[in-house]
Nanobody, 113 residues
Framework: QAQLVESGGGLVQPGGSLTLTCVAS????????INWYRQAPGNERELVAS???????SYSDSVKGRFAIYRDHTKDTVWLQMSSLKPDDTAMYYC???????WGHGTQVTVSS
């Protein structure tokens, strides 16, 4: 069955950097758009970044200029590189695919001093 597995979350100080990884399997990766969402306690799930099969990208206004999403078709993997992190970036981060609607279990990012 289709599967997405996230990793790379952790505790980081404000202003720091972190890179999240999403490894995909059985989701037709080469023709599928992959999204990163996040959800903080008490908030709705928010779309953070997307990358199309062509590697065209889009970002939410809240992360534009600080986050970068990229993919490797040979590894069926998508990364979310996060820099200049703020406490407001604290959330559970989820990987999702557009074609099948598959979700990973998430990885926690906490930005705190």
């Amino acid at each position: 069955q289709a599967q997405l597995v996230e990793s790379g979350g952790g505790l980081v100080q404000p202003g720091g950097s972190l890179t999240l990884t999403c490894v995909a399997s059985r989701i037709a990766f080469s023709i599928n758009t992959i999204n990163w969402y996040r959800q903080a306690p008490g908030n709705e799930r928010e779309l953070v970044a997307s990358i199309a099969p062509s590697s065209s990208t889009s970002y939410s206004d809240s992360v534009k200029g600080r986050f970068a999403i990229y993919r490797d078709h040979t590894k069926d993997t998508v990364w979310l590189q996060m820099s200049s992190l703020k406490p407001d970036d604290t959330a559970m981060y989820y990987c999702n695919d557009r074609l099948y609607g598959t979700w990973g279990h998430g990885t926690q990012v906490t930005v705190s001093s």
